[in-house]
T-cell receptor, first 115, second 114 residues
């Protein structure tokens, strides 16, 4: 069965510092992986997705993620945090078996950006 | 504007009083689904629909019903709500149930059952 684990429910960084949000997946088949962001009182917005075309994926708002099969990881990074990046971030994997379209989400990581 | 809309955004109700949360998308998407979000658990799928008149259970379907009579609408029905259904609910849609297709999420409905 596929699963996603996000390490750290809360991450705090200073404005301008590197953002690193960790995600590890478990999948018996090549996964399709996603990062979503949820701003306060809003729905989820897709940041980026990995669909096996390239291991380094660039997304919106300066975020990127690298797929590492050997480490079963898909960590999200941004070189320099901005106050507007404060939000909750979810890593997700698409359920491959039977192609039901179901996204399996991690527990979420709240990013706090300090001035 | 392409979007998924949900109504109501906030709802407080009492145990046993039937309610419906509506979901509508204007993107002609075939696939729609409902998730609930609970602290520390992320989002979990309740029901999904591959197309009109085709629905199936997700991971946590107990206490919920859905229908898909029209392509654009996918209402979530709680026949007899209970306090453990207090949660934040999201509707999502995508072109098809494919690994490639981005899923678009509605703004969420915060439900409190007293």
């Amino acid at each position: 069965a596929q699963s996603v684990t996000q390490l750290g429910s809360h991450v705090s960084v200073s404005e301008g510092a590197l953002v690193l949000l960790r995600c590890n997946y478990s999948s018996s088949v090549p996964p399709y992986l996603f990062w979503y962001v949820q701003y306060p009182n809003q729905g989820l917005q897709l940041l980026l997705k990995y669909t096996s075309a390239a291991t380094l994926v660039k997304g919106i708002n300066g975020f990127e993620a690298e797929f590492k099969k050997s480490e079963t990881s898909f960590h999200l990074t941004k070189p320099s945090a901005h106050m507007s990046d404060a939000a909750e971030y979810f890593c997700a994997v698409i359920h491959g078996s039977g192609n039901t379209g179901k996204l399996i989400f991690g527990q979420g990581t709240t990013l706090q950006v300090k001035p | 504007e392409a979007q998924v809309t949900q109504n109501p955004r906030y709802l407080i109700t009492v145990t046993g009083k039937k309610l419906t949360v509506t979901c509508s998308q204007n993107m002609n998407h075939e696939y729609m689904s409902w998730y609930r979000q609970d602290p520390g658990l992320g989002l979990r799928q309740i029901y999904y629909s591959m197309n009109v008149e085709v629905t199936d259970k997700g991971d946590v379907p107990e206490g919920y019903k859905v229908s898909r009579k029209e392509k654009r609408n996918f209402p979530l029905i709680l026949e007899s709500p209970s306090p453990n259904q207090t949660s934040l609910y999201f509707c999502a849609s995508s072109l098809r149930a494919s690994s490639y297709n981005e899923q678009f999420f509605g703004p969420g409905t915060r439900l409190t059952v007293l």
